[in-house]
C-alpha cells in the first residue's frame, strides 16, 4: 500500500520550487515523492576504485580517475574561452575541459596538485577528455561504509540547468528517505521473502539509493527486481488462469471440403515440416473449446500466411468468418490479392475493406458480414471500426501485430460475446526471455524452417566511398533482368525534413539512372494511397527497375523479381528493422544481395549492428543481438507492453529471477486464482494498487 506521505505532490518537497517541479515532471515524468523514490539510479561508481586514463574508451559512462595537473590553457576569445587542464596517471593523459565558468575554475586550480576526478569522457576534436568534471583533493581519510558507492541518477539538461544533476537527485531522494514520515509498506508476503531470501521493501529502497555496502546494494537490487517482474508474472499468470476457466472458445472440431479441397488441389508446392507442425499446433487449439491465443512466430518469408490461410479456411468448415488485419493499407490489398488469387476456384467470397474502401463499397461489405455471406475479410484498422459487425466471427489474424495499438486490439475484442480465437502472426523473431514477458499469456508456435531452395542472401557494408561500385553493380542486375529497391530512411514520416532526404536521393538516383534507359519508382508515406498503389503496381509489373523508398515497404511486400536491396544510411535503422527490409528481396530464384551503406563515422552500437546483418541472416539471432544492444525499451512492440516501464529489471541480463519470478507467480495462482486466500491478501491488494495506477488492456496481449 501507499502512504499518503508516498503520495505528496513533489513541489512539496523541501528543495523543489515550482520551477523544478515543473521540470521533474516534464522530464522526468516525477509527480509524487514516491515516485521519485522509483527513479532508481542508472549505475554506481564505487568511489574506493580509480580508472586507468589508458583504459578509457567509448563505452564509459562516469569514470573516476586519480591524476595530477601538468599543463593548464585557455583557448579562444572572451565568449567562446575554453579551459583545458592536462592531467597525467601512470597510464596517460587526458584533457579535463570546461565551457563556462572558466575564471573561476581556473582560480581553482593549482598546478601539479593530484585529484580525484569524476565525470563522463568524450570525444572533443579527436581527443579523448572529460568536460566539466568534478575535482576533488584526495583524502587520506578512508571513506565511511555509506558513502563508498555513489549512485548516478540520470539527468537532462534542462534538469542540470536548474542544479539537478546526478548530485541534486540524490540530495532530493536522500530528503525523502531521512523523513521521519518515510516509510515503505512490504509489498511480498513473508513466505516469498524466506524463500527467497529477499531483503524486506524499505530496507531495499534505502539501499538502492544510499549502498550501505556492495552486498546491500545486490541485496536491494535483487529485490526489486524480483518484485517487478513478479508483478508482472502474476498479472499473466492471472489472466491466462481467467482465459482457461471461462471455457467460451468456439470449438472447431470439422476439417471439412474448405480444408481438403485446397490443400489436395489448390496449393502448389508441400508444406515445409515447420509449418505442418504449426498447423497441428492451431488446430488442436481450435478442437480445444477453449479460446486460442497464439502467437505464430517465423522469419520473413517463412510461410506464415500460408499457415493463416489454412486457419481460416478450418473456420469456414466450421461455418465462422475470418477476419486478417494488416499494418498498412499495402500490405492487406497485397494480403487480398495473394490470398484471393490462391482461393480461385473455391467458393470463399473474400473482401478487402481499407480506409480508402468507396462508402457504397463498404455498405456492401458490411452487409454481407452481417448476413454471413462473406466468409473473409482483410483489411487495415478499418475493420475495427465501430459499424463493422460479424454474423459469425470466428477467428481474427493479426499480421505484423507489432504495428497495431494494444488499445486497438482490445477494441475489436470488445464486438463479441465469444470471444474469437486470435491468431498473432510477427515476423520480428522475439527472444525467448522478452516472449515470457510481453506475451506471457500467450502460446507461441514457431515457424523454424524455411521454404526449401531459399538461397541466404549476400549483405555486405559499403562505405560512401564504394557508391560508384554499387551503382555499376545495380546496372548489372538491371540488365540481367532484376529490380531493385533502394530505402532512405524515414524516421518520421510526417517530418518535412526526413521527406527532403527521400526526395534528393531521388533525384540522385534518377540523375544516375536516367530515362529513358531506366525507370524508376518513388513510394513514401505522405503519397496519396493511390498514387503508393500505382507505383507498387508498376514495380511489380515491371515497368520500373528501381523503387526508392521509405520503410513504408518494410513489412510484408512482395516481389520476387526484386533481387538487391540497398539501405541509405544503414545505420540509422534499427536491427529488426533492417532484417525486415533485408526480408523484401531474396523472395524469388536467384541469388539475392543487401548493400547497407554508412559513412565512415559510425557509433560502436552502429558498427555492431551493421557487422550483425552481414555475418547472419538468423532472425532470432538478430533479435537477441537487437535486445542486448538497446534493452527492451527500444524494440518494436514493447511500447505498450508494460515492458517499457521496467524500472529496475533487465531481461536479458535478469532471466534467472525472471524465471524464478514467474515460477512464484504460476505457482500462487494455480492454488489459489484470485489472490482470495488471507496470506495472499498482500499480493492482492499491491496489484489493485498498480492497476489503479497503469491501465491495463487485459485479455489480448
Ligand atoms: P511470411 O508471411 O512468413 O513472410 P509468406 O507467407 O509471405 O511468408 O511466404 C513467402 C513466400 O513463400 C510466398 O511466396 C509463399 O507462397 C511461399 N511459400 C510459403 N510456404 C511455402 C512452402 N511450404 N514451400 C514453398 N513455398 C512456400
Ligand atoms: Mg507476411
Redesign the pocket.
Known sequence: MTTPFLETPIEFLKGVGPSRSDLLKKELNIHTFGELLTFFPFRYVDRSKFYQIADIRDDHSFIQIKAKIVHIQTIGAAHHQRLVATVRDDSGEIDLVWFQGVKWVLDMLSPQQEYVIFGKPGIFNGRWNIPHPELEIPTTQPLPLNEVIRPIYNSTEKLKSKGLDFKGIGKLVRTILLHEKFIMHESLTPEIMQRLRLINRQEAFVNIHFPQSPELLKKAQTRLKFEELFYIQLRLAKQRYGRLLKHEGHQFLKVGDYVNQFYHHHL?????NA?KRVIKEIRADLGSGNQMNRLLQ???????????LMTMLIALDNQFQSCLMAPTEILARQHYN?ISG?LTGLNVVVKLLTGSTKAAERREIQAGLHAGTVHLLIGTHALIEENVKFKHLGLVVI?EQHRFGVAQRAKLWEKNVVTPHILV?T?TPIPRTLAMTLYGDLDTSI?DEM???RKPIVTRHVYEPGRGKVFRFIRDKISEGRQVYIVFPLIQESETLDLKNLIDGYQSIILEFPPPQFSVSMVHGQMKQQEKDLEMKRFLERETQIMVATTVIEV?V?V?NASVMVIENAERFGLSQLHQLR?RVG?GDDQSFCILMSSYELSAEARKRLSTMVRTNDGFEIAETDLQLRGPGDLQGTQQSGIMDLRIADIVKDEKILKYARNVANEIISTDPALSKNENDILALHLRNMDQKQQNWGLIS
Open positions: 502448389t508446392f508441400a508444406l515445409t509449418q517465423g522469419d520473413v518469408g517463412s510461410g506464415k500466411t500460408l499457415v493463416a495473394t490462391m499480421d502472426m515476423a515457424i521454404p526449401p531452395g510484408g512482395d520476387p526480408g523472395r
